[in-house]
């Protein structure tokens, strides 16, 4: 079984992110995509960021039918903050035979070598990573424990964000097309962002 990991804050959770994983799922033949909302990061104030009921939910709307995504919760059981070594150490119990790997942007690339533990992370999965606008991925100069463990995906370059998509909700114009048509009644239904 081989096991794609996307985590992210997901505040929104956007089409940019939709597309991301069909690709993956796709181009390299993954049976199952599971969605983390972090719980916790380190690098966002929690003030920033929707609730993670809220983020959960929209994540959950967002993928509720395809039937290779799944939404985890885990985050909401580590310790805080929610760092990705933690995650996955975590989710190694429930994939505990299935090859992992996890799913990260071009711009998430440049700093990995910054994340806690970086070559524990690599011990757990191997790296899909695909671009994202203004990071440009063959230029990054990479650690060894990094070389022979990354997959590249041919992917649409977006610019698409979630602080694009709230600031638009914020004022007051439409998301028709940002967001899967679920996500955007999830937001209208709970006025988030408003």
Same mark, same amino acid.
């Given at each position: 079984?081989?096991?794609?990991?996307?985590?992210? #804050?997901?505040? !929104? !959770? &956007?089409?940019?992110?939709?597309?991301?994983?069909? @690709?993956?799922?796709?181009?390299?033949?993954?049976? +199952?995509?599971?969605?983390? $909302?972090?719980?916790?990061? $380190?690098?966002? *104030?929690?003030? +920033?960021?929707? *609730?993670? #009921?809220?983020?959960?939910?929209?994540?959950?709307?967002?993928?509720? =039918? &395809?039937? *290779?995504?799944?939404?985890?919760?885990?985050?909401?059981?580590?310790?805080?903050? #929610?760092?990705?070594?933690?995650? /996955?150490?975590?989710? @190694?119990? +429930?994939?505990?035979?299935?090859?992992?790997?996890?799913? /990260?942007?071009?711009?998430?690339? =440049?700093?990995?070598?910054?994340?806690?533990? !970086?070559?524990?992370?690599?011990? &757990?999965?191997?790296?899909?990573?695909? !671009? @994202?606008?203004?990071?440009?991925?063959?230029?990054?100069?990479?650690? $060894?424990?990094?070389?022979? +463990?990354?997959?590249?995906?041919?992917?649409?370059?977006?610019?698409?964000?979630?602080?694009?998509?709230? #600031?638009?909700?914020?004022?007051?114009?439409?998301? @028709?097309?940002?967001?899967?048509?679920?996500?955007?009644? %999830?937001?209208?239904?709970?006025?988030? %962002?408003?």
């Amino acid at each position: 079984m081989k096991v794609g990991i996307f985590g992210g #804050t997901f505040d !929104p !959770p &956007h089409i940019a992110h939709s597309i991301i994983a069909e @690709r993956v799922l796709e181009e390299f033949g993954l049976d +199952q995509i599971v969605w983390v $909302p972090a719980f916790d990061p $380190p690098h966002k *104030s929690l003030h +920033q960021l929707s *609730s993670f #009921t809220h983020r959960v939910a929209m994540v959950d709307a967002a993928v509720s =039918n &395809h039937s *290779s995504f799944q939404v985890s919760e885990i985050e909401s059981t580590l310790d805080c903050p #929610t760092y990705t070594i933690r995650m /996955l150490r975590a989710l @190694r119990k +429930q994939f505990s035979h299935a090859k992992r790997y996890l799913i /990260l942007g071009g711009d998430s690339l =440049n700093h990995f070598h910054t994340w806690m533990e !970086p070559e524990a992370i690599m011990e &757990h999965v191997e790296l899909i990573v695909y !671009p @994202r606008a203004g990071h440009l991925i063959e230029e990054m100069d990479l650690p $060894p424990y990094l070389s022979d +463990q990354i997959h590249y995906i041919q992917a649409p370059m977006m610019s698409l964000s979630g602080e694009h998509v709230r #600031t638009c909700l914020i004022e007051e114009k439409s998301i @028709r097309y940002l967001v899967l048509e679920s996500v955007r009644d %999830y937001i209208v239904h709970h006025q988030i %962002y408003h």
